[in-house]
């Protein structure tokens, strides 16, 4: 496709429940074997727990320094692109909302604010820690990108941005030090954050700021994902044209801000074509490759939007997909 022209391809870090005593099985090793190929810059394993963490579902999976990450990383890379990470962590107590809408959204971000509060200067520098020990992990399991999930209201994305953490600043400076060291190692890094909550009133102050702020790290790539979880989540997973084309709109604004810096535009950006994208936005897959493994080679099939791969939100136990299991 046109749109991927002299740009690189992700494939976006996806929980897909495939772990089995909160590592992950056969079924994750294939899944990302099947969908690693030459055409992509890196795939990302997603939602991975940092040691001492907190999962979004019990489905979650942990680092830790088990072969079987090494595993992982091998069946990506033996495809030809690079093998990522994406190192996240709820809190204790964290639930994530079942329906696409929160029923009280309105009390997210106050209760946001007070988490930060309670966590204290110690809370939040243990926190930071961990996140440092993983990324180191990651690397010696042979991971050669690490991103860092600071969007969709987890707990980084309410550290990282001032307006919900008054002490935002130094969390910035700590984590820009891990992306310096992973550089100077050879292994890149990115940063995931939401370009807006969902909660109107809060994103309608300081949001071009806070884009900003994270476009002066040093992270290689920032990935403008949008939406918290438990306000609005087809933020996060915009099968509806106007919300794809706010996505791309408002993703194209921060990169243009912002020539020099690396972004990876999500959320079926490939579905929308007529848009001239900035040439430092690069694409970033998920749900096109979860229906087709060989979407690369096969652009026109792709996810039909048949919401199977929601599996948290259906109730079920990991990730499923109508159009996958019909080619199978």
Not at 65 to 84: F, M, Y
Not at 259 to 274: E, V
Not at 294 to 309: T, V
């Amino acid at each position: 496709m046109s749109i991927w022209r002299n740009r690189r391809v992700f494939f976006l870090g996806v929980n897909t429940g495939y772990v089995s005593n909160g590592e992950p099985d056969d079924r994750y090793v294939e899944f990302y074997r099947l969908r690693a190929s030459p055409k992509l810059h890196c795939a990302i394993v997603g939602n991975v727990v940092v040691p001492g963490g907190y999962g979004s579902n019990e489905a979650t999976p942990t680092l830790t320094r088990s072969r079987i990450w090494r595993t992982v990383a091998e069946a990506i890379s033996v495809k030809g692109c690079l093998p990522g990470i994406q190192l996240a962590t709820t809190w204790e107590g964290y639930s994530g909302n079942t329906g696409f809408v929160g029923p009280k959204h309105g009390q997210v971000i106050a209760a946001a604010r007070a988490l930060v509060k309670w966590l204290g200067a110690r809370g939040v520098e243990n926190a930071l820690r961990t996140f440092d020990k993983a990324a180191q992990m990651a690397v010696e399991h042979g991971f050669l990108h690490v991103q860092f999930h600071a969007a969709h209201g987890y707990l980084l994305s309410l550290l990282v941005d001032e307006r919900i953490n008054p002490n935002a600043e130094q969390v910035l400076d700590r984590l820009s030090e891990i992306a310096s060291r992973l550089a100077g190692a050879g292994v890149e890094s990115s940063i995931r954050i939401s370009l807006r909550t969902g909660d109107e009133e809060f994103d309608a102050i300081g949001s071009p700021r806070f884009h900003d702020r994270i476009a002066g790290t040093p992270f290689d790539y920032i990935d403008l994902s949008s939406g918290f979880y438990n306000i609005d989540k087809r933020l996060i997973y915009p099968s509806r044209s106007d919300v794809r084309v706010s996505r791309v709109t408002e993703s194209c604004v921060v990169a243009e801000r912002h020539p020099q810096k690396g972004f990876i535009l999500s959320g079926l950006a490939g579905k929308d074509k007529k848009f001239e994208l900035p040439s430092n936005l690069h694409i970033g897959l998920c749900r096109d490759l979860i229906a087709n493994p060989d979407f690369l080679e096969q652009p026109n099939d792709g996810c039909g939007n048949r919401n199977k791969c929601h599996y948290f939100s259906r109730g079920e136990k990991h990730l499923t997909c109508a159009v996958w299991e019909a080619r199978k």
